[in-house]
């Protein structure tokens, strides 16, 4: 089973793509994972990358869509995937199909965790997240019991670098133009699932696996 996960920045994929991994043994791909690790490790494409992601700009797809191809096709004889972060663009979608095609596949559904912009920038400047073992916490919905101490493994959090007012606003901005319109796209194909994501994780996750029929 392939899905895309796709919604408003903050509006849960992260922690639903977890959930789908665990769940149902789905292999994850997450574009800003990806990118901020190469950024972290100051690759040729983390370089590259670097000024849009600190902007809260898309990165190219003339960046982006051969490494992406590169990483579906390394887990291909996977059970399939969840992708949290892609498309982003209704190239990226096209594109994607064309992935899957390749890989003899297709995409069997487009869920997309509904939160309205307030929600979301409110959930964004309270994410904080443990650079030790990725855990992430929310100060007003998911508070760590200890202060700013991850509670998986008593490190500092910290914020992400781009989750301050003025790169939230552009993200949010950069969502609304330019990737809302994919969600046209997959109605148009009867892939697309709305579900509300303004729920506990648990609820949302339940909502899932109901729209898969899991
Ligand atoms: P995220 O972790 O999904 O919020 O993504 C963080 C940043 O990575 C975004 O603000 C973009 O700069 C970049 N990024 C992630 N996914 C994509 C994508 N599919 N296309 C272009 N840029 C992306």
Same mark, same amino acid.
């Given at each position: 089973?392939?899905?895309?996960?796709?919604?408003?920045?903050?509006?849960?994929?992260?922690?639903?793509?977890?959930?789908?991994?665990?769940?149902?043994?789905?292999?994850?791909?997450?574009?800003? $994972? =990806?990118?901020?690790?190469?950024? !972290?490790?100051? +690759? &040729? %494409?983390?370089?590259?990358? *670097?000024?849009?992601?600190?902007?809260?700009?898309?990165?190219?797809?003339?960046?982006?869509?051969?490494?992406?191809?590169?990483?579906?096709?390394?887990?291909?004889?996977?059970?399939?995937?969840?992708?949290?972060?892609?498309?982003?663009?209704?190239?990226?979608?096209? $594109? =994607?199909?064309?992935?899957?095609? !390749?890989?003899? +596949? &297709? %995409?069997?559904?487009?869920? *997309?965790?509904?939160?309205?912009?307030?929600?979301?920038?409110?959930?964004?400047?309270?994410?904080?997240?443990?650079?030790?073992?990725?855990?992430?916490?929310?100060?007003?919905?998911?508070?760590?019991?200890?202060?700013?101490?991850?509670?998986?493994?008593?490190?500092?959090?910290?914020?992400?670098?781009?989750?301050?007012?003025? +790169?939230?606003?552009?993200?949010?901005?950069?969502?609304?133009?330019?990737?809302?319109?994919?969600?046209?796209?997959?109605?148009?194909?009867?892939?697309?699932?709305?579900?509300?994501?303004?729920?506990?994780?648990?609820?949302?996750?339940?909502?899932?696996?109901?729209?898969?029929?899991?």
């Amino acid at each position: 089973m392939n899905v895309v996960l796709l919604g408003i920045p903050g509006s849960g994929k992260g922690t639903q793509a977890d959930f789908l991994k665990n769940r149902l043994g789905l292999r994850t791909i997450n574009t800003g $994972d =990806l990118l901020r690790e190469a950024m !972290k490790k100051k +690759t &040729e %494409l983390g370089k590259r990358t *670097k000024e849009f992601m600190e902007k809260g700009d898309l990165v190219p797809d003339k960046i982006l869509l051969d490494f992406i191809e590169e990483k579906i096709k390394e887990q291909k004889r996977s059970s399939g995937f969840v992708l949290d972060g892609f498309p982003r663009t209704l190239k990226q979608a096209e $594109d =994607l199909d064309l992935i899957f095609q !390749k890989l003899g +596949t &297709e %995409l069997d559904c487009a869920i *997309k965790l509904d939160i309205s912009e307030k929600r979301a920038r409110k959930r964004l400047e309270g994410r904080l997240v443990c650079p030790f073992c990725g855990a992430f916490f929310n100060l007003e919905t998911n508070p760590p019991k200890d202060d700013i101490l991850c509670d998986i493994c008593g490190n500092k959090l910290v914020r992400r670098f781009d989750d301050n007012k003025e +790169t939230i606003a552009t993200r949010i901005q950069v969502y609304r133009e330019k990737t809302k319109p994919v969600e046209n796209y997959y109605k148009k194909q009867g892939k697309l699932e709305i579900i509300n994501g303004d729920a506990e994780a648990d609820v949302v996750s339940r909502r899932i696996i109901s729209v898969l029929g899991k």
